[in-house]
Nanobody, 123 residues
Framework: VQLQASGGGLVQAGDSLTLSCVAS????????MGWFRQAPGEDRKFVAA????????YYEDSVRSRFTISKDIAKNTMFLQMNNLKPEDTAVYYC?????????????????WGEGTLVTVSS
């Protein structure tokens, strides 16, 4: 399985951005996908996750009211709509897939990872 994230860029505070993550290969075993982010000098942290079947979603508290995670199963694609971006959202964003954890926040349960896409929010 390969995951390819895209959509990052340089935006101003208050702007919106949508990230995409396309999965290729054997995706039939996916239980969920998620977004994580890593700011300079920090650990990779959970942002949002979505179950591959059903409607379960989970968000980190600081993004819950601003970000929306969604999926298009037919296209093996996950999205992250980010509104009202803040400078503290600046990070490399990674998409990941798990094989049995649904919309889990726990990084260790994600077996497949894509390359990151950089989001920079200027003040």
């Amino acid at each position: 399985v390969q995951l390819q994230a895209s959509g990052g860029g340089l935006v101003q505070a208050g702007d919106s951005l949508t990230l995409s993550c396309v999965a290729s290969g054997r995706t039939a075993g996916f239980a969920g996908m998620g977004w994580f982010r890593q700011a300079p000098g920090e650990d990779r942290k959970f942002v949002a996750a979505i179950a591959w079947s059903g409607t379960s979603k989970y968000y980190e508290d600081s993004v819950r009211s601003r970000f929306t995670i969604s999926k298009d199963i037919a296209k093996n694609t996950m999205f992250l709509q980010m509104n009202n971006l803040k400078p503290e959202d600046t990070a490399v964003y990674y998409c990941a897939a798990n094989l049995g954890a649904g919309s889990s926040w726990y990084r260790g349960l994600y077996a497949c990872w894509g390359e990151g896409t950089l989001v920079t929010v200027s003040s």
